[in-house]
Protein backbone atom coordinates (compact mmCIF):
# COMPACT_ATOMS: atom_id res chain seq x y z
CA UNK A 1 0.00 0.00 0.00
CA UNK A 2 1.26 3.13 -1.44
CA UNK A 3 -0.13 6.51 1.09
CA UNK A 4 0.54 10.48 0.52
CA UNK A 5 0.21 12.56 3.17
CA UNK A 6 0.00 16.69 2.70
CA UNK A 7 1.02 18.16 5.60
CA UNK A 8 -1.27 21.44 4.98
CA UNK A 9 -0.92 25.10 6.34
CA UNK A 10 -4.72 25.62 5.65
CA UNK A 11 -5.95 29.15 5.10
CA UNK A 12 -8.43 30.28 7.26
CA UNK A 13 -11.68 30.11 6.54
CA UNK A 14 -10.90 30.13 2.86
CA UNK A 15 -12.39 26.61 1.25
CA UNK A 16 -12.09 27.05 -2.27
CA UNK A 17 -8.61 28.15 -1.98
CA UNK A 18 -7.69 25.25 0.05
CA UNK A 19 -9.45 22.98 -2.31
CA UNK A 20 -7.51 24.44 -5.16
CA UNK A 21 -4.30 24.49 -3.12
CA UNK A 22 -4.41 21.07 -2.50
CA UNK A 23 -5.65 19.94 -6.01
CA UNK A 24 -1.82 21.85 -7.20
CA UNK A 25 -0.05 19.78 -4.85
CA UNK A 26 -2.09 16.33 -5.80
CA UNK A 27 -0.94 16.91 -9.55
CA UNK A 28 3.00 16.87 -8.50
CA UNK A 29 2.40 14.34 -5.99
CA UNK A 30 3.98 10.61 -6.73
CA UNK A 31 1.39 8.19 -7.50
CA UNK A 32 -0.11 6.45 -4.59
CA UNK A 33 -3.12 4.37 -3.41
CA UNK A 34 -3.90 6.88 -0.48
CA UNK A 35 -4.31 10.68 -0.44
CA UNK A 36 -5.01 12.37 2.70
CA UNK A 37 -5.21 16.13 3.93
CA UNK A 38 -5.55 17.23 7.29
CA UNK A 39 -8.74 17.31 9.55
CA UNK A 40 -10.87 20.54 8.35
CA UNK A 41 -8.72 21.10 5.73
CA UNK A 42 -11.05 23.61 4.01
CA UNK A 43 -11.65 25.97 6.55
CA UNK A 44 -9.02 25.34 9.73
CA UNK A 45 -10.21 24.25 12.93
CA UNK A 46 -12.03 26.26 15.56
CA UNK A 47 -13.96 29.64 15.79
CA UNK A 48 -16.27 29.81 12.77
CA UNK A 49 -16.12 26.72 11.48
CA UNK A 50 -19.47 26.01 11.32
CA UNK A 51 -20.68 28.98 9.67
CA UNK A 52 -18.94 27.59 6.79
CA UNK A 53 -20.78 23.55 7.54
CA UNK A 54 -21.38 22.05 4.48
CA UNK A 55 -24.81 20.04 2.87
CA UNK A 56 -23.32 16.33 3.01
CA UNK A 57 -22.84 16.15 -1.09
CA UNK A 58 -21.67 19.65 -0.88
CA UNK A 59 -18.82 21.16 -3.14
CA UNK A 60 -15.99 19.89 -1.17
CA UNK A 61 -17.55 15.76 -1.54
CA UNK A 62 -18.13 16.63 -5.40
CA UNK A 63 -14.25 18.13 -5.75
CA UNK A 64 -13.36 15.04 -3.40
CA UNK A 65 -15.24 13.40 -6.39
CA UNK A 66 -13.33 15.01 -9.32
CA UNK A 67 -10.36 14.13 -7.79
CA UNK A 68 -10.27 10.41 -7.11
CA UNK A 69 -11.65 10.17 -10.85
CA UNK A 70 -8.75 12.30 -12.12
CA UNK A 71 -6.08 11.00 -10.56
CA UNK A 72 -6.95 7.05 -9.65
CA UNK A 73 -7.03 7.19 -5.79
CA UNK A 74 -8.80 7.18 -2.32
CA UNK A 75 -9.44 10.51 -1.06
CA UNK A 76 -9.33 10.97 2.44
CA UNK A 77 -9.63 14.08 4.90
CA UNK A 78 -12.52 15.70 6.77
CA UNK A 79 -14.79 19.13 6.88
CA UNK A 80 -17.70 20.05 8.80
CA UNK A 81 -20.83 18.83 7.82
CA UNK A 82 -24.94 19.52 8.61
CA UNK A 83 -26.60 16.93 8.19
CA UNK A 84 -30.27 16.77 9.88
CA UNK A 85 -30.03 20.09 11.53
CA UNK A 86 -26.65 18.87 13.24
CA UNK A 87 -23.30 19.85 12.88
CA UNK A 88 -20.60 16.57 12.31
CA UNK A 89 -16.75 16.81 12.22
CA UNK A 90 -17.12 14.19 9.51
CA UNK A 91 -14.38 12.18 7.68
CA UNK A 92 -14.51 10.88 4.43
CA UNK A 93 -12.88 8.59 1.80
CA UNK A 94 -13.98 9.19 -1.41
CA UNK A 95 -13.53 6.64 -4.60
CA UNK A 96 -12.48 6.65 -7.80
CA UNK A 97 -15.32 5.68 -9.26
CA UNK A 98 -17.57 8.06 -6.93
CA UNK A 99 -18.46 6.19 -3.98
CA UNK A 100 -17.55 7.19 -0.30
CA UNK A 101 -17.94 6.44 3.57
CA UNK A 102 -17.65 8.63 6.26
CA UNK A 103 -16.45 8.54 9.79
CA UNK A 104 -17.66 11.34 12.25
CA UNK A 105 -15.73 12.10 14.66
CA UNK A 106 -16.13 10.77 18.69
CA UNK A 107 -14.56 12.37 20.74
CA UNK A 108 -14.50 16.33 20.35
CA UNK A 109 -12.75 18.46 22.05
CA UNK A 110 -14.01 19.94 25.25
CA UNK A 111 -11.20 22.28 25.64
CA UNK A 112 -11.69 24.08 22.42
CA UNK A 113 -15.71 24.30 22.79
CA UNK A 114 -15.76 21.96 19.55
CA UNK A 115 -17.77 20.03 22.03
CA UNK A 116 -20.56 22.54 22.27
CA UNK A 117 -21.20 23.10 18.29
CA UNK A 118 -20.23 19.59 16.68
CA UNK A 119 -22.28 17.07 17.80
CA UNK A 120 -20.61 13.39 18.80
CA UNK A 121 -20.44 10.73 16.07
CA UNK A 122 -21.20 7.09 17.65
CA UNK A 123 -20.08 4.58 15.43
CA UNK A 124 -16.99 2.79 14.71
CA UNK A 125 -16.24 2.05 11.41
CA UNK A 126 -13.18 0.06 9.46
CA UNK A 127 -13.32 0.33 5.20
CA UNK A 128 -11.36 -1.88 3.18
CA UNK A 129 -8.83 -0.41 0.07
CA UNK A 130 -6.62 -2.57 -1.91
CA UNK A 131 -6.94 -5.78 0.29
CA UNK A 132 -6.30 -3.32 3.61
CA UNK A 133 -8.51 -2.86 6.57
CA UNK A 134 -8.26 0.31 7.47
CA UNK A 135 -9.77 1.95 10.90
CA UNK A 136 -10.15 5.93 10.66
CA UNK A 137 -9.91 8.35 13.23
CA UNK A 138 -9.86 12.17 14.19
CA UNK A 139 -7.47 14.32 16.06
CA UNK A 140 -8.50 14.15 19.67
CA UNK A 141 -9.56 10.19 19.41
CA UNK A 142 -5.97 9.38 19.26
CA UNK A 143 -6.34 9.86 23.23
CA UNK A 144 -8.49 7.31 23.72
CA UNK A 145 -7.56 3.80 23.33
CA UNK A 146 -10.24 1.73 23.85
CA UNK A 147 -11.98 3.35 21.31
CA UNK A 148 -9.71 2.50 19.07
CA UNK A 149 -9.25 -0.79 20.28
CA UNK A 150 -8.07 -3.44 17.58
CA UNK A 151 -9.41 -6.16 20.10
CA UNK A 152 -9.68 -8.99 16.99
CA UNK A 153 -7.25 -7.84 14.23
CA UNK A 154 -9.97 -5.88 12.42
CA UNK A 155 -7.95 -3.62 10.91
CA UNK A 156 -4.09 -3.52 9.53
CA UNK A 157 -4.24 0.41 9.70
CA UNK A 158 -4.75 3.32 11.77
CA UNK A 159 -5.39 6.49 9.80
CA UNK A 160 -5.53 10.03 11.88
CA UNK A 161 -6.33 13.22 10.36
CA UNK A 162 -5.81 16.24 12.97
CA UNK A 163 -5.29 19.66 13.57
CA UNK A 164 -3.21 19.15 16.43
CA UNK A 165 -1.44 22.25 17.79
CA UNK A 166 2.46 22.10 18.14
CA UNK A 167 2.40 23.22 21.85
CA UNK A 168 1.61 19.48 22.14
CA UNK A 169 3.61 17.53 19.81
CA UNK A 170 4.90 15.35 22.56
CA UNK A 171 1.77 13.76 22.77
CA UNK A 172 1.09 13.73 18.96
CA UNK A 173 4.09 11.72 18.36
CA UNK A 174 3.74 9.40 21.69
CA UNK A 175 0.60 8.66 20.87
CA UNK A 176 1.05 7.34 17.53
CA UNK A 177 3.58 5.20 18.42
CA UNK A 178 1.62 4.07 21.61
CA UNK A 179 -1.33 3.77 19.23
CA UNK A 180 0.31 1.17 16.47
CA UNK A 181 2.39 -0.68 19.61
CA UNK A 182 -0.51 -1.89 21.26
CA UNK A 183 -2.89 -2.21 18.10
CA UNK A 184 -0.19 -4.41 15.86
CA UNK A 185 -0.91 -2.05 13.01
CA UNK A 186 0.79 1.01 10.84
CA UNK A 187 -0.26 4.12 12.28
CA UNK A 188 -0.54 7.01 10.31
CA UNK A 189 -1.27 10.83 10.93
CA UNK A 190 -1.77 13.48 8.78
CA UNK A 191 -1.68 16.75 10.85
CA UNK A 192 -1.62 20.38 9.43
CA UNK A 193 1.34 23.12 9.68
CA UNK A 194 1.54 26.55 9.98
CA UNK A 195 -0.56 29.34 12.23
CA UNK A 196 -4.28 29.54 12.15
CA UNK A 197 -7.06 32.87 12.34
CA UNK A 198 -6.41 32.89 15.87
CA UNK A 199 -2.49 32.54 15.92
CA UNK A 200 -2.81 28.66 17.24
CA UNK A 201 0.77 27.58 15.78
CA UNK A 202 1.33 23.86 14.22
CA UNK A 203 4.20 22.42 13.95
CA UNK A 204 2.79 19.14 11.94
CA UNK A 205 5.20 15.95 12.77
CA UNK A 206 2.69 14.15 10.14
CA UNK A 207 4.19 10.51 10.01
CA UNK A 208 3.96 6.65 9.55
CA UNK A 209 4.48 4.74 12.04
CA UNK A 210 5.01 0.59 11.79
CA UNK A 211 3.81 -2.10 14.03
CA UNK A 212 6.61 -1.71 16.00
CA UNK A 213 5.86 1.54 17.13
CA UNK A 214 9.31 2.71 14.69
CA UNK A 215 8.80 6.00 13.17
CA UNK A 216 8.70 5.34 9.05
CA UNK A 217 8.57 8.60 7.95
CA UNK A 218 7.96 12.27 8.87
CA UNK A 219 7.32 15.15 7.27
CA UNK A 220 8.96 19.10 8.70
CA UNK A 221 7.30 21.82 6.63
CA UNK A 222 4.40 22.05 4.35
CA UNK A 223 4.80 18.99 2.30
CA UNK A 224 3.96 15.94 0.70
CA UNK A 225 5.21 12.85 2.22
CA UNK A 226 4.62 9.17 0.38
CA UNK A 227 5.25 5.64 2.02
CA UNK A 228 4.92 2.05 1.22
CA UNK A 229 3.25 0.17 3.83
CA UNK A 230 3.96 -3.76 3.93
CA UNK A 231 1.21 -5.70 4.73
CA UNK A 232 3.14 -9.06 4.78
CA UNK A 233 5.36 -8.03 6.47
CA UNK A 234 2.36 -6.94 9.37
CA UNK A 235 1.08 -10.55 8.76
CA UNK A 236 4.10 -12.03 9.97
CA UNK A 237 4.98 -9.62 12.70
CA UNK A 238 1.57 -10.67 14.08
CA UNK A 239 2.19 -14.57 13.47
CA UNK A 240 5.34 -14.34 15.43
CA UNK A 241 3.70 -11.87 18.18
CA UNK A 242 -0.02 -12.70 18.84
CA UNK A 243 0.20 -10.74 21.06
CA UNK A 244 -3.42 -9.63 20.79
CA UNK A 245 -4.81 -13.17 22.31
CA UNK A 246 -4.00 -11.75 25.67
CA UNK A 247 -5.66 -8.55 25.26
CA UNK A 248 -7.73 -7.75 28.55
Same mark, same amino acid.
Given at each position: ??? #? %??????R??A???N?????? =??????E $???F???? #????????G? !?D?A?EP??P #? %????R? *??????RLM??????????R?????H?????GS?G #????????? =? $??E??VI??????????WH??????????DL??????????????????C????????E????????R??????? !??????????G????? $?G? $?A?????G @?? *????T??????????KE? @?Q??????? %???D??
Open positions: MVI #T %LFQQDIWHPEERRRVEA =VLAAAP $SDIVVPE #TFTTGFGEM !TLEEG #T %LQWAR *MAAEYDVGTWIVQDEGCYNRMWVKPDY #TYDKAHTFR =V $SGYDARGRKREVFEGWKIKPAICYRFPKWLRNDNMDYDMLLVANWPGSRHAWTTLLKAAIENLCY !TVGCNRCGVDVDGSY $SN $SAIDYK @LP *MAECGEETLTVTLDR @LIFRQHWP %LYLFD
